[in-house]
């Protein structure tokens, strides 16, 4: 008798830890986008210390173009930023605030840089306010190559928001609650 009911414990644990899995997976949207980075101003002066730049307020408004709704729109940064003169290393951290074209709500977090002689990628996490409230997004952030022929739209994706200065490729996913 023990064993029979033991046998039917771990098959009902089995059953909802699969259960939960398969709904784990359905509740999120993958998706990509291109994010056009428009420099809009800087809050201080960059100084160094030893072989490191500092530079604090770096702002942005970037446009971010993608195959899902809730991240075509404008991501606004302020940055703070760590170079290393001598090696090449970099660390820039900043929070975000990404308005969507279409949805009345905002995904708000932070995200950080790490990379080295101009190569890295970024990692962000943000939460949805509004009719975004419950969902988290998640996101990885890497340089366009040189010669991306989207390069050429840089200028009119910044025109009338800010100094046009890179474009950035951007894999990202929604977890919905």
């Known amino acids: 008798m023990k064993k029979i009911v033991l046998s039917l414990v771990i098959a009902l ?3 909802v830890s699969m259960a939960l899995t398969a709904s784990a997976q359905a509740n999120r949207t993958y998706f990509t986008a291109v994010e056009y980075d428009c420099f809009t101003g800087m ?9 490191v730049m500092h530079v604090r307020n770096i702002l942005h408004v970037n446009v971010d173009v993608s195959d899902t709704s809730e991240f075509n729109g404008l991501n606004s940064t302020i940055a703070d930023a760590e170079f290393n003169m001598q090696t090449g290393g970099a660390v820039i951290r900043g ?12 995904w708000e977090g932070t995200w950080i840089f790490t990379g080295n002689k101009g190569k890295g990628v970024a990692q962000a996490v943000a939460h949805g306010t509004g009719a975004l409230a419950g969902k988290t997004l998640f996101l990885k952030l890497y340089d366009a190559a040189p010669d991306d022929p989207r390069y050429a739209n840089l ?3 910044c ?3 800010g100094e046009p200065e890179s474009i950035v ?4 996913y929604i977890l919905e609650p």
């Open 13 to 15: 644990v089995l059953l």
């Open 43 to 51: 809050g201080s002066e960059p100084w160094s210390e030893g072989n």
């Open 95 to 106: 929070t975000l605030s990404f308005q969507p074209e279409t949805i009345n709500g905002t």
């Open 155 to 157: 200028p009119a994706m």
């Open 159 to 161: 025109a009338g928001i």
């Open 169 to 172: 490729l951007v894999e990202g």
